[in-house]
């Protein structure tokens, strides 16, 4: 049982690249989500998803893709990278949405630096 | 709507002396709260939760956090500081009635112990 787990752990891009973050769980939970984390800022949603083939924005959704096509996989698409996207990104997943006290599993993160 | 704040970006502690890092939240909803934690370059992991049942939630590695209703309050302490406690903790409150996913964070407290 692995968990969370997140590819690259670090990924260095030039502005205008595009690339895909790439998040697996084999917990079978339905939730899955991305974050990014800055200095000061905690961590704040990107985007996530309830289910296979559904998703949804979350605060900070502008200039990431994701899709859902099966239970387990949960890419993220940086479709034209920007300074701005420099960040430190976790995946989670979660068995369901909005269980009472539903505990989120966190990937271990991949630190993006975008030239 | 639920948000949470975090009263102290940085706390700092010397070795054996007690730690409190203080959370407010705000929910229209019975609350559930999260504390997490996360040490330098790695992912969060959970602390504790409080879902409505005993009031002071105990926690991994000596910590605790009592639920105060009257004061909308969810302080995460311990009562002696270890080195190896120096991290960043979240406070977060599960979002039962919006869109945007399911968790909202706290902007982080940074945890320093001296020897």
């Known amino acids: 049982n692995a968990g969370v787990t997140q590819t690259p752990k670090f990924q260095v891009l030039k502005t205008g690249q595009s690339m895909t973050l790439q998040c697996a769980q084999d917990m079978n939970h339905e939730y899955m989500s991305w974050y990014r984390q800055d200095p000061g800022m905690g961590l704040r949603l990107i985007h996530y998803?309830?289910?296979?083939?559904?998703?949804d924005q979350g605060e900070v959704p502008n200039g990431y893709n994701v899709s859902r096509s099966t239970t387990e996989d949960f890419p993220l698409r940086l479709l034209s990278a920007a300074p701005s996207q420099t960040s430190v990104y976790f995946c989670a997943s979660s068995r369901e949405a909005r269980g009472v006290g539903e505990t989120q599993y966190f990937g271990p993160g991949t630190r993006l630096l975008v030239l | 709507a639920q948000s949470v704040t975090q009263l102290d970006s940085h706390v700092s502690v010397s070795e054996g002396t007690p730690v409190l890092l203080r959370c407010n939240y705000s929910s229209s909803y019975s609350p559930s709260l999260f504390w997490y934690v996360q040490h330098p370059n790695k992912g969060l992991q959970l602390l504790l939760k409080y879902t409505s049942a005993a009031t002071l939630v105990k926690g991994i590695n000596g910590f605790e956090a009592e639920f105060k209703k009257s004061e909308t309050s969810f302080h995460l302490t311990k009562p002696s500081a270890h080195m190896s406690d120096a991290a960043e903790y979240f406070c977060v409150v599960m979002n039962y009635g919006g869109s945007q996913g399911n968790l909202i964070f706290g902007k982080g407290t940074k945890l320093s112990v001296k020897p």
């Open positions: 998803s309830v289910g296979a083939g559904i998703t």
